[in-house]
């Protein structure tokens, strides 16, 4: 079973995401085409558009506050501080709950996906809330605007717009402002003058906050299960968080110093061009990697080495893929998952947002070969026009070429910031693997959703023994992630040693949804302590003997400190009485810092 490319999915999901919840704008759509043409001609100038909304302009800048929400924790708290550095004012919506997602049941479409409810709900309850301050409801819908994420495809996704939208006006705050980031095209505002303008250090805030958000988290969720002084993580993790945040809020580029010939130094100074260029690149190098950057990653990794751990605890590894949304989310979306699983004493290994920012580069790359040689009207020109065809192939290979480069780029910053914060946190997986392991089940080119990576994940975490459990939470009802886990069934008759739990969040049944995990989390504790044994026994030593070493060497008990990966060991237990077995007879050296 594999599913196949559909052509027309992205032109359904849009149709559906202008026309939702606008039931008496649907009146206007013109006629069937069977119908007589005399008949259609009368209706010329009734064909349906998207209804229209109130821009947020540059003039309301200074008193207009930007809502967003919907990542974890950390990302938000930094892309707050990016919009707060660029001028804007900024807050983030509560973490969605239960009440929030019966409010946005209450006043949402039927049949809606989980995320859409909890979001739209949080966000009724925040403006409910500030109407109960005294507020006019005139007022909040000029003063706030909400950001957050746009997407054209065949899912619920695409709607999650038009349904805020909706969900708003039912809520009586009709005509209040969203703002859409989308995947393929940037900040939706088709204004000459936009309040919320991009810029190169807008963006490359944007982009820290990304990194700096994914490793954090890989980091903390990491830690955590083996802290010998319970809360110490997150303490250090806030302190850490404190000092990028700020970071994000002041840092402004170095204006282009004496650090090149006056000849260039001139040409800098020009604003297109050479001299745009070269400014463009100076900020790149100041915001990735400057001197300040670096500083403050240095300081958080100094903090973070300082908690004291104990490796020894055997937990197993549970995977988390899934939705992006419910995979992502920290709160009742995905009933508190992640919390639950560290109280039930495994170790997560959560899904970084540059996996789903590669995937999207590797999949604009992979369309392109389908067009390859084909004009912008879809047209292949005739065997003698050798111009024309000269002129789409270069097209081609500078669109595949741009597309690689911020593929390999993106990866190669993140890689950068995981050794500046120690070089323990997990690497992206290149996503050249993750589809050719997926292809023989899920078509790469098919859209929607996660496409192919949820299958490829699943392979690739099993196959490598990267984790004791893979766990995909995914909304109820979800299109994509339903082909996926029809797909699933194949591939875990293919690994039979395979532990794969899909769970489907509707904002009920979280008792259901703990108790299949604890289940399955059962099968996975067995499968750690019996990888533990095995190691302990390759080393030759006891336990409490493995122990009193450990405890005279202090390096030992530090988190970043670099235990050597062994193929086929998943548990960070049983990986470290391995390199603690060889240390003890000298086949290994202790790392320094």
Same mark, same amino acid.
Request: aromatic share 8%; charged share 25%.
């Given at each position: 079973?594999? /599913? ?48 229209? #909304? ?68 949080? $966000? ?5 809330? $500030? ?31 038009? #349904? ?23 900040? +939706? ?17 944007? $982009? ?109 590894? /549970? ?33 970084? $947002? ?9 999949? =604009? ?19 003698? #026009? ?17 597309? =690689? ?51 490829? +994940? ?31 069934? =194949? ?82 237990? =049983?990986?470290? /009485? ?16």
């Amino acid at each position: 079973m594999k /599913v196949a490319p559909g052509r027309r999915s992205c032109e359904i999901g849009c149709m559906s995401s202008s026309t939702l919840g606008y039931p008496d704008m649907l009146r206007s759509v013109p006629s069937p085409a069977h119908e007589p043409r005399a008949t259609r001609g009368t209706m010329r100038g009734r064909h349906f558009h998207r209804p229209s #909304e109130r821009p947020f302009l540059a003039s309301e800048r200074e008193g207009t506050t930007i809502l967003l929400g919907g990542l974890t924790r950390r990302h938000e708290q930094f892309i707050k501080a990016v919009f707060e550095g660029s001028g804007y004012a900024c807050e983030v919506l509560p973490s969605p709950d239960q009440e929030a997602f019966q409010v946005g049941k209450e006043f949402g479409n039927n049949g809606q996906c989980s995320p859409a409810y909890f979001t739209a709900g949080s $966000l009724i309850k925040f403006l409910k809330d $500030l109407e109960s301050t005294g507020m006019s409801r005139r007022e909040i819908t000029d003063r706030y605007v909400f950001f957050t994420a746009g997407s054209c495809g065949p899912c619920r996704f695409g709607m999650y717009a038009a #349904e805020y939208r909706m969900s708003l006006q039912n809520a009586g705050f009709e005509g209040f402002r969203v703002i859409r980031f989308q995947q393929d095209h940037g900040i +939706k505002q088709k204004v000459e003058e936009p309040g919320l303008k991009y810029t190169l250090d807008f963006g490359m805030g944007m $982009l820290k906050s990304v990194l700096l958000g994914d490793a954090l988290n890989d980091l903390a969720h990491g830690i955590r299960p083996f802290e010998v002084y319970p809360g110490e993580t997150d303490r250090v993790m806030d302190e850490c968080l404190k000092d990028l945040l700020d970071h994000l809020r002041t840092y402004k580029p170095e204006q282009i110093a004496g650090e090149m010939p006056t000849w260039l130094l001139k040409r800098s100074r020009e604003g297109n061009g050479v001299g745009g260029i070269l400014k463009a690149l100076y900020k790149l190098r100041g915001h990735l990697s400057g001197d300040l950057f670096r500083e403050v990653l240095a300081g958080c990794r100094k903090r973070i080495d300082g908690i004291r751990i104990d490796r020894m605890r055997v937990k197993p590894v /549970v995977k988390i893929i899934g939705e992006f949304w419910a995979q992502t989310t920290e709160s009742d979306g995905n009933y508190r998952m992640f919390d639950f699983l560290e109280k039930e004493g495994a170790q997560v290994q959560p899904e970084p $947002l540059g996996t789903w920012i590669t995937y999207l580069l590797m999949h =604009a790359r992979m369309q392109l070969a389908e067009r390859r040689g084909l004009d912008g009207d879809y047209r292949e020109p005739g065997p003698r #026009e050798l111009r024309q065809r000269l002129s789409n192939e270069l097209a081609y290979q500078k669109k595949r070429a741009l597309f =690689a480069v911020g593929e390999r780029l993106y990866e190669r910053q993140y890689h950068r910031v995981v050794d500046l914060l120690g070089g323990t946190a997990h690497r992206l997986v290149p996503q050249e693997i993750l589809a050719q392991l997926a292809d023989p089940f899920y078509e790469p080119l098919a859209r929607g959703g996660e496409g192919h990576l949820e299958v490829g +994940k699943n392979i690739y975490y099993t196959m490598n023994k990267l984790c004791h459990m893979v766990l995909s939470l995914k909304p109820f009802g979800c299109m994509p992630s339903s082909q996926s886990d029809g797909i699933q069934s =194949a591939v875990v008759d293919r690994f039979r040693d395979m532990i794969f739990l899909p769970i489907e969040t509707s904002g009920e049944g979280q008792t259901n949804a703990h108790s299949r995990v604890q289940m399955a989390l059962g099968e996975a504790k067995a499968k750690a302590k019996a990888e533990f044994q095995d190691a302990l026994a390759g080393t030759g030593r006891g336990v409490e003997e493995i122990r009193e070493f450990v405890a005279r060497h202090s390096e030992l008990q530090r988190p970043l400190y670099p235990v050597p990966h062994r193929a086929g060991v998943a548990g960070t237990a =049983a990986q470290f /009485v391995l390199h603690v077995g060889d240390l003890m007879a000298g086949r290994a050296r202790m790392a320094r810092a």
